[in-house]
C-alpha cells in the first residue's frame, strides 16, 4: 500500500501535469501552432460546442473533426491571447475562466470575450473540450 504521503504527491504531480497542458494549450493557440494542439489531443478527441448561442455547431468527434474545426475557426478569427483568470483541476478533467482577446480576419476588429472551458485528459492527451463563450457576446459577433 501507498502511503497518505505519496498518495498525495502523486495526486500534485497530476495536477501540476494537467494545469501544465492547459496552458500550453492557450500558448500554442495564442501562437497560431494549431499543429503543436492536435498533437496533444487523443485520437477520440471530442470537442461539443456549450450554451445556447446562434450559430452553435455540432460537436466534432476524432482528431480529424477537431483539427478541421479549430482551423475553420482560425480562418474566421486570429486568438491574440488568452488570459487565464483561474484553473481549477480535479482529477483527469480541468476548468478554466479566461478572456480571449483576438481580431477578426475579415475586418481586423480586435474582439474580447470570456469563457468558461472544459477539458478532459487520459494518459496525458486532451479528450474532450467544451467551451461557454458569454453569449451575449457571440451572438452580437454572429449577427454582424
Not at 497530476?14 to 489531443?41: K, P, Q, T
Request: aromatic content about 10%.
Amino acid at each position: 500500500m501507498l502511503s497518505e504521503t505519496i498518495l498525495r504527491t502523486i495526486g500534485s504531480l497530476e495536477r501540476d501535469l494537467i494545469e501544465a497542458r492547459v496552458r500550453r494549450i492557450y500558448d500554442l493557440w495564442s501562437h497560431g501552432e494549431i499543429d503543436e494542439v492536435i498533437s496533444g489531443m487523443s485520437a477520440d478527441v471530442k470537442m461539443v460546442p456549450r450554451g445556447q448561442w446562434v450559430g452553435a455547431e455540432p460537436p466534432a468527434e476524432g482528431r480529424a473533426a477537431v483539427a478541421a474545426r479549430l482551423r475553420a475557426f482560425g480562418d474566421i478569427a486570429e486568438n491574440i491571447v488568452s488570459v487565464l483568470h483561474e484553473i481549477i483541476i480535479d482529477g483527469d478533467r480541468a476548468v478554466v475562466h479566461r478572456t480571449a482577446v483576438g481580431r477578426r480576419r475579415d475586418n481586423g476588429q480586435r474582439y474580447q470575450c470570456d469563457f468558461v472551458d472544459f477539458f478532459r485528459f487520459r494518459d496525458g492527451y486532451m479528450v474532450e473540450y467544451s467551451a461557454y463563450p458569454d453569449p451575449v457576446w457571440v451572438n452580437m459577433q454572429m449577427r454582424a
